[in-house]
């Protein structure tokens, strides 16, 4: 059947795996035919990798492949693949190529003629729009917010006039300034659903406006890492 040949391993194919975001019971029957059954598997932290392998039973040789060696190690991996190798590229938790290395990784296969693929599977920023209760027809993915505060003033101003649903990533140690930011730019009454630990045993969602959140957490420490999703701008203004 054609599914049963879609879902053999081939040799000189980049596999783009998604992995549980949170909730191991959430990898699919097909991602873990592709792990157990490439030749090498590359991944962002080999050690987060390993621990979850090992809990489904997996041993397969790893590569390390993250941001700061991404341009060596990837034509390494390239190299591999051309020799007619397969592998399965894996991030921390989630999509790869999604607010990641992995996009550069696809590029240069895409460059060379190499055959990429993708099990797909969890994706923490769609997750989090279904359950926001905020418009989902159009939405666009923004991910972290730039580090340097000229470029976060730039970036937000720009997107205080975007009309789509806006998806962001924050590390809870970031997540209060991130808000003061985001109200500034786009004022307090604008709604936001702030979601937690997606998947985990302590998710939370918190379906608020921005003053009330900024509210809230000075008095609250925020835990774990959060997707925030924030309305749009009015067509009015």
């Known amino acids: ?21 949170g909730n191991r019971s959430d990898i ?3 991602a873990l035919k592709v792990l157990s059954e490439v030749d090498f598997i590359a991944a962002e932290d080999t050690r987060n990798t390993v621990r979850m392998l090992t809990h489904f039973g997996i041993s397969r040789p790893l590569v390390s492949y993250f941001e700061h060696n991404k341009a060596e190690r990837g034509e390494y ?7 007619g190798e397969s592998c399965a590229l894996v991030t921390d938790a989630g999509t790869p190529a999604i607010s990641d290395p992995g996009e550069d990784l696809v590029r240069l296969c895409a460059e060379r003629g190499i055959s990429v693929t993708a099990i797909p ?3 923490a920023g769609i997750c989090a729009l279904t359950l926001s209760a905020l418009a989902t027809t159009r939405f666009c ?7 340097k505060k000229a470029e976060r003033r730039e970036r937000l101003d720009a997107l205080s006039r975007e009309e789509r649903t806006m998806i962001f990533h924050e590390a809870p140690h970031k997540l209060k300034s991130t808000l003061d930011d985001l109200e500034s730019s786009f004022g307090g009454d604008r709604k ?10 302590n998710e939370e969602i ?32």
Do not use: D, Q
């Not at 991996?77 to 020799?83: A, D, W, Y």
């Open 192 to 201: 936001i659903a702030l979601c937690r630990e997606l998947t985990k045993l």
């Open 141 to 147: 993915f923004e991910g972290f917010l730039p580090m």
């Open 1 to 21: 059947m054609k599914n049963e040949e879609k879902n053999k391993v081939v040799g000189g194919t980049l596999y783009l795996v998604s992995t549980p975001i």
């Open 28 to 30: 699919s029957e097909r």
């Open 206 to 237: 918190m379906r608020v406006t921005l003053s009330e959140a900024r509210a809230y957490y000075g008095e609250h420490e925020p835990r774990g890492e959060y997707v925030l999703v924030v309305e749009g701008a009015s067509k009015s203004g």
């Open 77 to 83: 991996i390239v190299s591999r693949l051309e020799g």
């Open 121 to 123: 599977g969890a994706c």
